[in-house]
Nanobody
């Protein structure tokens, strides 16, 4: 089992950058695929980015490709999301998620473990 704690959210102007971090408990983080999702008020939880167990293979939603970068450091039990060129439509609560196994999914229900979420607000 793993517990996830996100940090790094905040208020930023359009065009700015933020870096989100998610720290996991436990000693087997390298056995988990990890992902970031986001949820805006009144909307469903949407896929943002994911990475393989090793962190070598990233996956991105089309809406964030070229602007966001996901990275995983198994030695530090951390998965991060660097967000550049932020837009007002990126405003949401961002969640870190993990699932033990090899497969990556873009579907929230695939993931067994979730952080509490961190608010990202991008002003125009």
């Amino acid at each position: 089992q793993v517990q996830l704690v996100e940090s790094g959210g905040g208020l930023v102007q359009a065009g700015g950058s933020l870096r989100l971090s998610c720290v996991a408990s436990g000693r087997t983080f390298n056995q988990y695929v990890t992902a970031w999702f986001r949820q805006a008020p009144g909307k469903e939880r949407d896929f943002v980015a994911a990475t393989s167990r090793s962190g070598a293979t990233p996956y991105y939603a089309d809406s964030v490709k070229g602007r966001f970068t996901i990275s995983k450091d198994n030695a530090k039990n951390t998965v991060s999301l660097q967000m550049n060129s932020l837009k007002p439509e990126d405003t949401a609560v961002y969640y870190c998620a993990a699932n033990q196994g090899y497969s990556v999914s873009y579907t929230p229900r695939f993931y067994d473990y979730w952080g509490q979420g961190t608010q990202v607000t991008v002003s125009s």
